[in-house]
């Protein structure tokens, strides 16, 4: 896969990952291009088109178009398939996810990416694997602060039991 | 504010975020970005010392305002700052920042390589984790030449965690796709295949993706995967659907996993062990009986995931092209596919059964579903699947439904979106040409498609028409007759007028005993169109009419009278008015002998590759499926068409058989060549000619001439002749490619076919006997000279001492470069023609560019390279006049063709290429960088090349500078 973006009906892009280097320009050229092509198609045409010497497959999830750029030879229906666990994964995570949860949040957004994909391929196709990898990195934060809150106590303590 | 906030939630991020939301205009919005940029900069400067909490929060903050597409030139300190730190998410984000908004500033690029490096070595899985997903996001050729040694160890390490494996393997997987050169598997490579027997699903799917790209490069290395990947798909395939329990999807077991073993298979031929291929077989087998079975679920993902395999193992049967049995059945399944309610799934049926046209096993159950893909091409609502249905009416065409085709194609051309016009018109165009058996049906088609898409017919159509028109005798009457009735319409395009005149010019007189196309009448229907039309098709209209005065004395003076009118002599255009005024004086003082010598009809065109095909292969580029299945149609169709030919090939050959002292005043060959458009039908031209290059070998026997002249030099001498004078050129001609045709003359055509990997290269030399005599004590060496000696290995066998008339014999070397050199290896042939010895002694095209492997790189990382090539002696440049049209996509075919790879968006100014690539030697590497800046106003290049090495950057330098 080379990009993968997020945008909403009215041509906001909520979440943009790329996997091969592209400029900054280039990108925003790409974005606005893409974006174009992809809100001006109706409702029951395919979810696949060619775009430059690229295959773009997308598809439009309530308010969000969720849009991947594959190679020539990428199975499309597989592709599909990726976007529709990603949206699974958020879902799961967010609970009933909407578009606000991706705008401020974002940060989770690209972490539960990351987990699911990884330099354009599919790390992992289980969801309960990567959602146990982002809940574990939530659960490591809670340990973190109560350790920290325990060193705190025992300091206390210690300048207690001095006095 | 957020829904939900999981984990650590970011108060102040939220209410930012929430305050960008509610501002009513673009400027209120960059009005409160640049406060918190100020509120965000004086904290960082600020004396107190901050926690690693609110750092975490700015820099989140500073990444989001860089996603809502602001420049953001601070903060990468603090991020790396974040990077030691201890807590999870304070490192999560700090990486994060680095992933999205990486800047190749050295000094940084150090400190995150450490980090990254420390939480290698953590051994806590979630850190590795981390600094591995961060070094597949940036991805740096810095990065990979950190990592790259350390990542496999982690990967195939007996007590990695099945995570960190996952991460490590698809890691590795980006930093062989943007350095190559510095992932070595070598030891690795059987445990890294092994993966593929992992315990876990995860571990598999992700190992999967690395092999994959592996044996795509190293197919040999990584056989091994063949019989490995077999036996999971086959243990997957026949899993119930509960059996892999999170790897299902939607009822469909691990269809991701599925997939990509089918795409894995598809790198290699069917397997050769006789149990591994009837295993799969079975498999495959399977899939397409599922595929009958109800479905288990009616959600659409149950359908994608369980046709996702299925279209994979299609492309599979397809790939193998060895099972009849298995490509029918695909054939009826895509066939049922093709009615389909999902347009999803009629898309790629018509996709996938374009390829399936090309099988000789499933051509013919193709051909069966020609009303339905016709009733695609007229009802889909969607113009992507109707150009699906477009292309597979192209690629099942063949000589029995070639008219309803090409009849249906030309209808939908009336209503076609325009943005799939032109392609449909070459398509037409060269269907018509293809299977036509007789002509006139070919000249009524193209006709029409003038007449309905006149603005999509592009030069080459009408360049092909004329050239057949002129190679067939048989209709040009038919053609004359014809155009002259199309110009009758009003309102006709102005390609048509083009073509009229043009064919009229050449063969008015077939018609003109008809007095309702008089010459007279003839020409006043031609000139009335004149003033419509824009000055190419002008000066090709007074071509044509200096063209009557010859076939048509009684026109003479009327054409004479408008040549000499002041809008012709005095037209302000340079070319018009050197027309009329050479066209007037010649009619004017030449005889009618001279006149009927200089005007005479034009001669038969060399048969070559259709321009159109070349131009559809532009476009298409050069993998396309049918585009390599319409090259073979070609080759079976080639013998019974006549024309043909590169509108270049017209000019040379016009010129040759005319050699009359005005014939590069004679506008009508240039007419047709199209002069008003010099430069874009020039660039054109170029690139006809190398398309036809590379794809003739010696075999096929084109007639392209690299040299006209015989060798007469060294005839009788029994020492190796001398190198031809012309031989620099010959190796010239192949710097940017591999095949084509050496050398020829009247008696022997060598053509040369070759390839490199890393340092090691093959080639193969074809001797072509175009005499119907035998050669006699043929004999051919090869020699180092020199230095070259002991920088160029080159082995081959004796060819066989007799060659009989008309036949050919292949020798093959095998090259391998030892150090990096700069002279050509000389191959001489010698051999007894009707007792005369032949001695001929040629430059062999083997260039260091030859040992070019192609190294892709980023912008940042091109120029650091750059710069640390600075010295005088690794740079060598030349500025120089360009010596063909200065069309971008040529150059870049050349510099693809040189072997380094181009860099896009390198270079900030878009006119200019970058190549990158290292040249493999056995005794070192030598990195390449190349520098390309075309000054199109002045028509001249600056080309700068950079190496480690001086004579390289100093020969690669006087290569590629003959090149433009």
């Avoid at chain 2, 492309?315 to 309610?341: K, M, T, W």
């Avoid at chain 2, 040189?898 to 970058?914: I, Y």
């Amino acid at each position: 896969m080379r990009f993968m973006l997020l945008f909403s009906r009215q041509g906001k892009l909520r979440l943009q990952k790329w996997y091969t280097a592209t400029s900054e320009r280039e990108k925003k050229k790409m974005v606005r291009e893409l974006m174009q092509v992809v809100l001006a198609r109706k409702p029951k045409m395919c979810s696949f088109l060619e775009w430059r010497d690229l295959k773009i497959v997308y598809k439009r999830y309530a308010s969000l178009y969720f849009c991947c750029a594959v190679e020539d030879q990428d199975n499309e229906l597989i592709t599909l398939e990726v976007i529709h666990r990603f949206v699974e994964l958020l879902d799961k995570y967010f609970g009933s996810v909407c578009e606000l949860d991706i705008i401020f949040n974002f940060e989770k957004a690209y972490f539960i990416l990351d987990e699911f994909l990884m330099g354009g391929e599919i790390q992992d196709t289980s969801k309960k694997s990567v959602l146990k990898a982002i809940e574990q990195a939530d659960l490591l934060q809670e340990v973190w602060e109560k350790i920290e809150n325990l060193a705190k106590i025992l300091e206390t303590l210690a300048l207690f039991i001095k006095q | 504010m957020p829904a939900v906030s999981k984990g650590d939630g970011m108060r102040g991020l939220a209410v930012f975020i929430s305050d960008i939301r509610n501002c009513k205009s673009k400027e209120a919005e960059i009005k409160r970005i640049n406060k918190e940029l100020a509120n965000i900069r004086s904290k960082f400067k600020g004396d107190k010392a901050l926690d690693g909490y609110s750092k975490k929060k700015y820099v989140c903050k500073l990444l989001f305002i860089f996603l809502l597409g602001h420049d953001i030139d601070f903060g990468h300190m603090e991020a790396v700052n974040l990077l030691s730190s201890n807590k999870y998410t304070e490192k999560q984000i700090g990486y994060l920042f680095i992933s999205v908004l990486v800047n190749s500033n050295s000094e940084l690029i150090r400190l995150i390589n450490n980090a990254i490096k420390n939480d290698l070595a953590s051994r806590n899985p979630t850190f590795m984790c981390l600094a591995l997903h961060c070094i597949a996001n940036v991805g740096s050729r810095e990065m990979a030449e950190a990592f790259a040694g350390e990542i496999p160890r982690i990967l195939v390490a007996g007590d990695t965690m099945d995570s960190v494996k996952q991460s490590a393997a698809l890691c590795l997987l980006r930093l062989y796709k943007t350095s190559p050169d510095l992932v070595h598997m070598g030891e690795w490579t059987s445990r890294v295949v092994h993966l593929l027997n992992d315990q876990h699903m995860g571990v598999v799917t992700a190992a999967i993706s690395l092999i994959t790209c592996l044996s795509q490069k190293n197919p040999e290395e990584f056989k091994t995967c063949i019989s490995l990947a077999v036996s999971r798909l086959s243990r997957i395939v026949s899993s119930a659907s509960t059996d892999l329990q999170d790897y299902t999807y939607y009822f469909v077991p691990a269809p991701w996993l599925s997939v990509k073993l089918l795409r894995l298979l598809q790198c290699y031929p069917p397997p050769e062990d006789g149990a591994v291929k009837g295993r799969l077989v079975e498999c495959l087998e399977t899939i397409l009986n599922k595929a009958q079975e109800p479905p288990k679920s009616k959600k659409v993902q149950h359908s994608n995931a369980k046709n996702a395999i299925l279209f994979e193992a299609i492309s599979l049967i397809i790939h193998y092209d060895s099972e009849p049995n298995l490509l029918v059945r695909a054939c009826n399944q895509l066939g049922q596919f093709l009615q389909h309610r999902e347009t999803n799934l009629r898309y790629l049926a018509l996709e996938s059964m374009c390829t399936l046209a090309s099988s000789e096993f499933s051509h013919e159950a193709v051909k069966t579903h020609i009303e339905t893909v016709i009733n695609a091409l007229k009802t889909e609502r969607d113009v992507s699947v109707r150009q699906r249905a477009a292309d597979l009416l192209y690629a099942m065409c063949d000589r029995s439904n070639a008219k309803q085709i090409v009849a249906e194609m030309l209808s939908y051309l009336e209503t076609a979106d325009y943005s799939i016009r032109e392609e449909i018109v070459l398509k037409v165009a060269i269907l018509a040409e293809k299977y036509a058996v007789d002509y006139s049906w070919y000249v009524d088609t193209i006709l029409n498609l003038i007449r309905i898409a006149g603005d999509y017919v592009s030069e080459e159509v009408w360049y092909r028409v004329i050239q057949i028109v002129i190679n067939r005798d048989d209709v040009q009457g038919y053609a004359a007759k014809t155009v002259f009735e199309a110009l009758q319409a009003p309102a006709c395009h102005e390609n048509m007028v083009k073509v009229g005149g043009y064919i009229l010019g050449e063969f008015g007189n077939l018609i003109a005993g008809d007095p309702r196309s008089s010459p007279l009448v003839q020409f006043n229907l031609l000139h009335s169109k004149f003033h419509l039309c824009s000055v190419p098709t002008r000066a090709l209209l007074l071509s044509a009419y200096i063209k009557f005065i010859n076939l048509f004395p009684e026109t003479k003076s009327t054409i004479q009278e408008v040549l000499r009118s002041d809008s012709q002599i005095r037209n302000s255009d340079v070319e018009l008015q050197q027309r009329a005024v050479e066209y007037l004086k010649l009619s004017s003082i030449a005889s009618t002998d001279v006149l009927a010598t200089v005007l005479e009809e034009m001669p038969p065109f060399p048969e070559r590759e259709s321009s159109i095909l070349a131009k559809l292969k532009k476009k298409k580029g050069p993998g396309a499926v049918s585009v390599s299945e319409l090259e073979d149609g070609k080759k079976e169709a080639g013998s019974e068409i006549n024309g043909g030919g590169g509108a270049e090939s017209a000019a040379a050959a016009s010129n040759a058989s005319t050699p009359s002292p005005s014939a590069d005043l004679l506008g009508l060959r240039s007419g047709a060549a199209g002069i008003g458009s010099a430069t874009g039908a020039g660039s054109l031209l170029v690139d006809v000619f190398s398309e036809s290059g590379t794809a003739a070998t010696a075999s096929s026997g084109t007639d392209e001439n690299f040299l006209s002249s015989t060798p007469s030099s060294a005839l009788g001498s029994e020492d190796p002749a001398p190198a031809l004078p012309e031989s620099d050129e010959l190796l010239h001609k192949f710097v940017c490619k591999n095949n084509g045709v050496l050398f020829e003359n009247h008696l022997l055509q060598i053509g040369i076919k070759s390839e490199y990997r890393q340092n090691l290269g093959r080639m193969y030399l074809f001797f072509g006997n175009k005499t119907s005599m035998q050669f006699i004590g043929f004999s051919t060496t090869v020699t180092c000279p020199g230095e070259l000696q002991s920088q160029l290995n080159i082995q081959t066998k004796p060819v066989e001492p007799l060659v009989e008339g008309g036949a050919q014999v292949q020798q093959v070397l095998n090259i391998e470069c030892l150090s990096d050199f700069t002279e050509a290896p000389l191959l001489n042939i010698r051999f007894r023609y009707g007792g005369t010895l032949q001695n001929i002694t040629l430059k062999l095209p083997i260039t260091i560019n030859k040992f070019f492997q192609p190294t892709e790189m980023a912008s940042q990382d091109f120029f650091q390279r750059w710069k640390q090539l600075s010295q005088p002696q690794q740079e060598a440049q030349k500025i120089f006049k360009a010596t063909h049209p200065m069309d971008s996509e040529v150059l870049k075919g050349k510099l693809l063709g040189l072997g380094t790879a181009l860099l896009e968006n390198v270079d900030p100014n878009p006119e200019n290429f970058v190549c990158a690539g290292v040249i493999q030697t056995k005794a070192l590497q030598v990195g390449c960088l190349l520098r390309l800046e075309p000054n199109a106003q002045a028509q001249m290049y600056r080309l700068t090349l950079r190496s480690s090495k001086e004579s390289v950057s100093k020969r690669l330098c006087e290569l590629v500078a003959e090149q433009f």
